[in-house]
């Protein structure tokens, strides 16, 4: 079972939401993640790769700042099924380019924003995660 963390949750989401409004700020960019990594690797079209590498570092560097700061290591569980997770990287990747972003630039930015396209992507990635986890939780 998932453990409910409330006001680890509510950390969280709260400095998702500040790196989103400085990132729109300050770029003019929607936060979305799979937007900022693609535009890591070539080619390159513009000169704000460094804050797009510097967006990156800090998503991998948060857990040691979660660990620096209170001691304790952040725990994920994945599947050690490699072939699964390979199937749901491909399929997470082919859902963020067909839907024109991921669930950060359309769940976060795209709501805050009321944009009809970030609703409906919402939606659909929401009922796919509950129809997933009922599956997996439920009927496996």
Do not use: K, Y
């Not at 979660?66 to 569980?77: L, M």
Request: proline share 6%; charged share 5%.
């Amino acid at each position: 079972m998932t453990e409910f963390t409330p006001w680890a949750s509510l950390t969280g989401g709260a400095l998702i939401g500040l790196s989103a409004v400085l990132l729109m700020a300050w770029e003019g960019r929607i936060a979305g993640i799979s937007g900022i990594a693609g535009r890591l690797l070539p080619p390159w079209t513009d000169e704000a790769t460094p804050s797009r590498l510097g967006f990156v570092i800090g998503l991998v560097a948060a857990p040691l700042a979660w660990f620096v700061a209170t001691g304790s290591p952040v725990v994920q569980t994945v599947s050690s099924n490699l072939p699964l997770m390979a199937a749901a990287g491909l399929l997470v990747g082919f859902g963020s380019t067909w839907g024109n972003g991921c669930t950060s630039g359309h769940g976060v930015c795209g709501l805050a924003r009321l944009s009809p396209r970030s609703v409906m992507a919402t939606a659909v990635f929401m009922a796919a995660a509950v129809l997933t986890v009922l599956v997996v939780r439920h009927l496996m």
